[in-house]
């Protein structure tokens, strides 16, 4: 039977309703609410997500915010299972009764769930897969990232988001978007665009264009040392981005009590560079020289 579901970090709360439940409402005429950043997706641009994904019969998904469900029950009938995490109350009230057997609606927001208790029944790695409201993309992503750090959970995730965004997760060093995102994120992961959406692809159209990304994780690229200071460093050093790496260094090698011009030596990098140049494995390098 498909079950909706209340999870939180504590415990978990199921809850059954039927056609005649007059706390439903039909997804279909549920009015998108801005406060949730919600823009469903029209069917059409949903059948290239589902061709895009290359799904199999024993995959599972976890879907972050089914909406009105239309991916959802395109997706279902290719795969093992679909568990679907969706904020508003209402939609997850009335999913339940629109999707196939193989189809789990949870209740809750994403950035709370606690993924011990969500994937404690699933066969491990899942796939993810979501259109992820613009204003908490990128809490969401890296979210992801950290569970990723944290055991072999998920083998890839594929999420809708600002072109802008998605623009700064796949550029290389040198281009104007690189930067903390791009190096946190491709050092956990690999990064492919697989589809350019335009505001007409979803209802309400948003004011501007979205992209499908792909992140398909593996092992750390390069061997860090200690994960908080690397992603320590990244940001400070990409605050000063412009600034050669000698004094952009200053402020964190100043906070370690190191001495900036001794770490890029012992790191191999030459100190007028800028941050903006560095690869993964320079950053990796830096990383460990400050520690």
């Given amino acids: 039977m498909t079950k909706t579901t209340t999870k939180t970090k504590s415990h978990a709360r199921r809850r059954r309703s039927g056609p005649d439940d007059p706390q439903r409402e039909r997804p279909d ?12 997706l029209e069917s059409a641009w949903v059948d290239k997500l589902v061709g895009a994904l290359q799904a199999s019969p024993t995959d599972t998904f976890i879907e972050i915010g089914p909406g009105q469900g239309a991916l959802t029950l395109a997706l279902a009938p290719h795969v093992a299972r ?17 999707v196939p057997p193989n189809v789990e609606i949870v209740l809750g927001d994403f950035l709370r769930t606690d993924f011990d208790q969500l994937l404690r029944d699933l066969e ?19 979210r992801l990232l950290h569970a990723a750090q944290h055991g072999r959970r998920f083998r890839d995730a594929t999420l809708m988001l600002q072109k802008e965004v998605a623009d700064r ?21 690999d990064v492919d665009r697989l589809l350019t959406l ?3 692809a979803f209802r309400p159209p948003p ?31 990409f ?25 890029l030596d012992l790191a191999g990098l030459d100190p007028i560079r800028r941050p903006e140049t560095l690869t993964i494995e320079d950053m990796a390098r830096l990383a460990r020289a400050v520690l």
């Fill in 29 to 40: 005429r549920h009015r998108a609410r801005k406060r949730f950043g919600q823009h469903f």
């Fill in 82 to 98: 679909v568990v679907a995490v969706e904020i508003d109350r209402d939609l997850a009230a009335a999913l339940p009764r629109r």
């Fill in 124 to 142: 491990l790695p899942v796939r993810v897969v979501g259109n992820l409201p613009y204003n908490v993309a990128s809490p969401i992503l890296f």
């Fill in 169 to 189: 997760l796949c550029a290389a060093p040198g281009m104007a978007g690189y930067g903390a995102m791009a190096i946190q994120v491709g050092l956990l992961a």
């Fill in 198 to 200: 335009p505001p007409g």
């Fill in 207 to 237: 004011k501007v264009t979205s992209a499908v990304v792909q992140l398909r994780f593996r092992e750390p690229r390069a061997e860090v040392g200690d994960h908080q200071v690397f992603e320590d460093l990244v940001r400070s050093l």
């Fill in 239 to 263: 605050l000063q981005r412009r600034k050669t790496l000698a004094n952009a260094l200053r402020p964190l090698a100043d906070a370690r009590h190191k001495i900036a011009s001794q770490v």
